[in-house]
């Protein structure tokens, strides 16, 4: 019962907060005019700058903002017990994620759709547009790789989910056809490709596909190569073509399984005594770090993400049609994330409960299947380990509605897979465009052709990738940095739209500067924590990337609280 309650109080708390303070933050502090110009109308190219309809942009936006974020962190992050982990996920999203992701969306979108790192020279100055453009990279070139991998992995872990996932692509270039071209009913043929795709689930379940090695390359390296040739196609087309429907289609496939976990919750609850079986709080878990500060940083994408400000800036804020639609965007895909990350808890902290089965066979219930999965830091800080914890957890709960587990099995794995390939494909184009705006004001002209800028980026990936050999490892060692930088962008953003907020006048700064205080406390705690780890293991590379980022994070900081102080209002 108490993960039923739980449920419902952070699904209704979500729904007020949305309407009261989502109305507070876009009419009082953000201003929002429906009849401002805004650059998907005023730049209409057919590419990258494209009005649509509010229910479209949400699909992409949150699709791409998703990934498997929200998932790994709080599978991670239960190790400290499911009460930290709500309590960040619910104020987090509302009072600090919320505002971040629609403060970026909408100072983009009066600044010409722009990038973070290029809107950041009008108000800071040149020097910062450096270190952003610096760190940005640095963060979409990890998570570039990461995904890549990460979908490698869901694939050799569930066989069942490889055919939906490729073959929802030709799926979502027909339906991009029938709505964009011979202008058919979005919603209609929205529900018509989800129908199909979810037939190529069952399909899935009953033809897995695995692959072996190929001249000598193991199949997790193969998958990475196809996803990262895949991730090329689809960011050099129109985002109407693909990424558009492939993002609609996830969102209504985020609908289908989010429901199916809200009435799996519910039957078990009430017929299964569906109960949480991770500790309530944990603060000294084996091999762990302190909760202060690394709750904050391991849960970010459900909470608040520095990627997101990538999203909005580099891709949502060209599609937006009106700016009424920016807070439906903006904040209503966050509380989502936020949505999501409650039920991945309760299926990492109860789901996992109801039956476990470990890697030698052995079955297990109740606490002894959740202390068996998290036994220590190490254990439940495996890549594998965080996606099978809430394929499994949910998996069960989806069960008890009558569908087959290995079909459950195959929806979630499926589910996990097509938002990491859509996050996927946004980071490269949104690569693309965070290169060509800065090489191009070095007078590089040739980036301004996508193909030859994409083709970098897919390849330097790639190099990433593959660097400690073909099974992809050099992207995962490199997985402790991510969490650190992604939450240190978000701290970075904030603080950008903090000064925006101070040129408006009054008090309204408040609603970032407060919660960019707080990021940027908890990333240059657990940046000086983490240096420390990596000189005690004599890890060169980690020591070299970490101490470059704080560097950039001191100077940014330093050169926001100058320009703050130096701030009047109605500046233009």
Not at 45 to 59: A, H, L, Q, R
Not at 182 to 189: D, H, P, R
Not at 287 to 315: D, K, M, Q, Y
């Amino acid at each position: 019962m108490a993960t039923f309650l739980l449920m419902i109080s952070v699904f209704a708390g979500y729904i007020l907060m949305y309407r009261l303070y989502g109305r507070y933050i876009s009419r009082k502090i953000f201003s929002i005019n429906e009849k401002a110009v805004v650059p998907a109308v005023e730049q209409e190219d057919g590419i990258d700058f494209v009005p649509s309809k509010k229910e479209v942009v949400f699909g992409h936006h949150f699709a791409s903002i998703a990934g498997t974020g929200p998932i790994v962190g709080p599978a991670i992050a239960i190790i400290w017990g499911w009460v930290p982990a709500v309590l960040w996920v619910f104020f987090g999203s509302i009072f600090i994620g919320a505002v971040h992701d629609f403060g970026v969306l909408i100072v983009s979108m009066r600044n010409k759709g722009v990038s973070i790192a290029q809107f950041t020279e009008k108000y800071i100055n040149p020097r910062t547009k450096v270190f952003f453009f610096i760190i940005g990279f640095f963060e979409l070139w990890l998570f570039i790789s990461i995904l890549g991998m990460i979908m490698a992995v869901i694939f050799d872990l569930f066989p069942g989910s490889v055919l939906p996932v490729w073959l929802e692509i030709p799926i979502a270039l027909a339906l991009g056809i029938m709505v964009f071209e011979k202008g058919k009913n979005l919603l209609v043929w929205s529900i018509v490709a989800v129908i199909i795709m979810y037939l190529t689930v069952i399909l899935g379940t009953y033809v897995p596909i695995r692959i072996n090695e190929f001249l000598g390359m193991p199949a997790t390296g193969t998958w990475t190569i196809l996803l990262l040739i895949y991730a090329y196609i689809a960011s050099v087309l129109p985002v109407n073509k693909l990424l558009q429907p492939r993002d609609f289609i996830n969102s209504h496939q985020l609908l289908i399984a989010m429901g199916l976990l809200i009435i799996g919750v519910i039957i078990s609850s009430f017929f299964y005594e569906l109960e949480f079986v991770a500790p309530t709080v944990d603060l000294h878990p084996s091999g762990a770090p302190s909760i202060w500060p690394f709750l904050f940083i391991t849960i970010a994408c459900g909470a608040v993400s520095g990627f997101h400000s990538l999203v909005s800036s580099g891709t949502s804020s060209k599609q937006v049609l009106n700016e009424n639609d920016s807070l439906f965007v903006g904040m209503g895909s966050m509380l989502t994330e936020g949505a999501l990350a409650t039920l991945v808890i309760i299926a990492v902290a109860a789901g996992i409960g109801m039956e476990y089965t470990n890697t030698a066979g052995e079955h297990f219930t109740g606490v002894a299947a959740w202390t068996t999965h998290y036994k220590s830091w190490g254990a439940a800080g495996g890549l594998t380990s965080k996606i099978s914890a809430f394929v499994e957890g949910s998996a069960n709960m989806i069960s008890s509605l009558g569908i087959p587990k290995g079909i459950a099995v195959v929806i979630m794995g499926v589910f996990v897979a097509s938002f990491a390939g859509t996050t996927l494909d946004t980071a490269t184009r949104i690569q693309r465009y965070v290169v060509s705006e800065f090489v191009v004001d070095l007078k590089f002209n040739i980036f301004k052709n996508r193909y030859f800028t994409t083709a970098l980026v897919v390849i330097s990936a790639a190099l990433l990738a593959f660097i400690s050999g073909a099974n992809g490892t050099g992207a995962l060692k490199l997985w402790p940095l991510f969490g650190a930088i992604n939450q240190t962008l978000a701290a970075l953003a904030l603080i950008v739209a903090t000064i925006y907020l101070k040129r408006k006048g009054g008090f309204k700064w408040l609603a970032a500067g407060v919660p960019a205080l707080f990021m940027v406390v908890m990333t240059m705690w657990a940046a000086i924590i983490n240096q420390l780890d990596y000189a005690s293991a004599h890890n060169v590379l980690l020591q070299v990337i970490n101490i470059l980022i704080i560097v950039l994070v001191f100077l940014v900081v330093i050169e926001g609280f100058i320009t703050f102080f130096k701030t009047m209002p109605d500046q233009n």
